[in-house]
C-alpha cells in the first residue's frame, strides 16, 4: 500500500472520527482505537503490538484535539482549576502506570479489555445512566486516587477519560458544565503524558513498522488530526438535527458492536 493512499485512509478515519464525536459527544480515542486496529490489520501490522500501537497514536491525537477543547473551555471559565491541580498529580501518575500495564499485556489481552471497557460504556448509554449530582468534598488524597484510576485507564485505553472524570465531579458538586470543562482538562495531561511513555515502552520495538516512533505512528497522527478537527463542526451540526434518543441508541449499538468484536476476537 503506498503512503498517499495510507495517509489518504488515515485521513477519512480521522473525519469519521471527529464526525462521530461531534455527533454524540464522546473523545475520538473510542472510534479511532478499533479503527487503527483495523487499519493496522491491512498494512500488515504485527497483530503483537497493533494494539498498542493504536492506544498510543490515539493519545497522540488527543493531545491536539485535547489542547483545542481546553483552550475553549479555560475561556468560557468553566475549567475548576482548584479540582484540576488537585486531580493532576494522580492523573500523570496513573497515565504512566496505565501505559506499563499496557505494555506487559499481549494485544490480544489489552484487546479483550478493551472490548469490555466499551460493552459497559454501551450498557450505560442503553439504560441512559448518568451522573448523580453531588456534594461529595473529597480532600486531596481522594481526589489524586481518583486521578490515578482516571489516568491509567485512560492511558490503558487510549481514550480522554472524560466517561469517568465528569461522574466523579459531578458527585463532588460541579455543574455540569464545569464537570465537562474540567474533565476536558484533564483531558490533555493524561494523553500527553501517556502518549510520551508509550513512546518510551515502544522504543527499539523490532516489530514497528515504518514512520513509527514507540507505540506512535506518525502518518495516522497527522491523517486523523487533520481531519478531525474540522469534521467535529459537522458533527454537532448534525447532533442539533437528529432526535437525541436516536442518537444515543444508535452509538450505544456502535460501541456493542465494536466491543463484541474485541472481545470475541
Not at 485507564?153 to 480522554?160: E, K, T
Not at 461522574?167 to 458544565?177: F, K, Q
Amino acid at each position: 500500500m503506498s503512503i498517499a493512499l495510507t495517509l489518504f485512509g488515515y485521513l477519512a478515519l480521522g473525519a469519521a472520527a471527529g464526525t462521530m464525536a461531534g455527533l454524540f459527544g464522546v473523545g475520538g480515542g473510542l472510534i479511532i482505537v478499533p479503527a487503527l486496529v483495523f487499519a493496522f490489520g491491512l498494512q500488515g501490522v504485527a497483530p503483537e503490538i497493533a494494539m498498542h500501537l493504536a492506544v498510543g497514536t490515539s493519545l497522540a491525537t488527543i493531545v491536539v484535539t485535547g489542547a483545542s477543547s481546553t483552550l475553549g473551555h479555560y475561556r468560557k471559565g468553566s475549567i475548576h482549576k482548584g479540582w484540576f491541580m488537585a486531580l493532576l498529580p494522580g492523573l500523570m501518575l496513573g497515565a504512566i502506570g496505565g501505559v506499563f500495564i499496557a505494555g506487559n499485556l499481549s494485544g490480544t489481552v489489552l484487546g479483550t479489555l478493551f472490548g469490555v471497557f466499551v460493552l459497559l460504556l454501551a450498557a450505560k448509554m442503553v439504560f441512559g445512566l448518568k451522573p448523580r449530582p453531588g456534594s461529595l468534598a473529597p480532600g486531596r488524597v481522594a481526589m489524586t486516587l481518583a486521578g490515578g484510576v482516571v489516568g491509567a485507564i485512560s492511558a490503558l485505553f487510549g481514550i480522554g477519560g472524560g466517561a469517568m472524570t465528569v461522574p466523579w465531579l459531578s458527585r463532588c458538586g460541579a455543574t455540569m458544565t464545569q464537570a465537562v470543562g474540567t474533565s476536558a482538562a484533564c483531558g490533555l495531561p493524561i494523553a500527553l503524558v501517556g502518549a510520551l511513555t508509550f513512546v518510551v515502552v515502544g522504543w527499539g520495538n523490532p516489530l514497528l513498522p515504518a514512520w513509527a516512533t514507540g507505540f506512535i505512528m506518525w502518518p495516522a497522527f497527522f491523517g486523523i488530526v487533520l481531519a478531525s478537527v474540522p469534521f467535529a463542526r459537522v458533527g454537532v451540526k448534525l447532533a442539533h438535527v437528529l432526535p437525541a434518543r436516536v442518537l444515543r441508541l444508535s452509538f450505544a449499538l456502535l460501541l456493542a458492536v465494536v466491543g463484541l468484536r474485541f472481545v470475541l476476537g
